[in-house]
């Protein structure tokens, strides 16, 4: 049987998004070898990728892990989050990144800010769908997604899925594959 990771990632080569149904804090090696599959190399301008998070905790934590990586890679990566500077965040993006790592709320504002341009888009990602759509970030999902040129998109369900979610998947994304994170 293929490691749910190898298969996580042939989906989103094939050009096809994907919903992986897995533990986020374990699984942040595989998320980090999605960004860099999407993401190789630095390039001006544009942010290539956004990745939103259920709160200022987690964005810091999954920006932390990348850190080191992305510095190898020479990519940027700005940390867009509640208890930030709105003013020092918005002018760090001006300046141009790779990756935005944030929660909706936040990134949400700065994208209505003009903050950045996601013309170059190439990942979206939601980590923990689930707890987004339930705290009631729905709209600034939806807001943000309706602006999305064509690019992959990774969600990420950490408890089962809900008929509400199914519904709200068809309509978010098309032609999505559900790959499940092994049981311990």
Same mark, same amino acid.
């Given at each position: 049987m293929e490691d749910f990771g190898l298969a $996580?990632?042939?989906?989103?080569?094939?050009?096809?998004s994907v919903v992986i149904q897995a533990k986020i804090e374990q699984n942040f090696q595989l998320f980090q070898d999605i960004i860099t599959d999407c993401?190789?190399? *630095? &390039?001006? !301008? $544009? *942010?290539?990728?956004?990745?939103?998070?259920?709160d200022d905790a987690t964005s810091r934590a999954f920006? +932390?892990?990348?850190?080191?990586? @992305?510095?190898e890679l020479d990519l940027t990566?700005?940390?867009?989050?509640e208890k930030g500077q709105r003013v020092r965040q918005r002018n760090d993006l001006f300046f141009?990144?790779?990756?935005?790592? !944030?929660?909706? %709320?936040?990134?949400?504002?700065?994208?209505?800010?003009? #903050? @950045?341009?996601? #013309?170059e888009l190439k990942l979206f990602m939601l980590l923990d769908m689930n707890m987004i759509l339930r705290q009631g970030?729905? !709209? @600034? /999902?939806?807001?943000?997604?309706?602006?999305?040129?064509?690019?992959? %998109?990774?969600?990420?369900?950490?408890v089962p899925r809900q008929q509400k979610i199914t519904d709200?998947?068809?309509? @978010?994304? $098309? !032609?999505? &594959?559900? /790959?499940?994170?092994?049981? +311990?």
């Open positions: $996580s990632r042939k989906i989103l080569k094939s050009g096809n993401i190789p190399e *630095p &390039k001006e !301008g $544009s *942010p290539r990728g956004i990745v939103i998070c259920i920006a +932390d892990f990348l850190e080191n990586k @992305f510095k990566l700005d940390l867009i989050i141009g990144t790779e990756l935005i790592v !944030g929660t909706p %709320k936040r990134i949400c504002e700065m994208y209505f800010q003009n #903050g @950045f341009n996601i #013309g970030h729905k !709209g @600034f /999902v939806n807001r943000i997604s309706e602006s999305l040129p064509k690019c992959k %998109k990774v969600l990420v369900e950490t709200y998947l068809k309509e @978010f994304m $098309s !032609g999505y &594959k559900t /790959v499940k994170e092994p049981a +311990d």
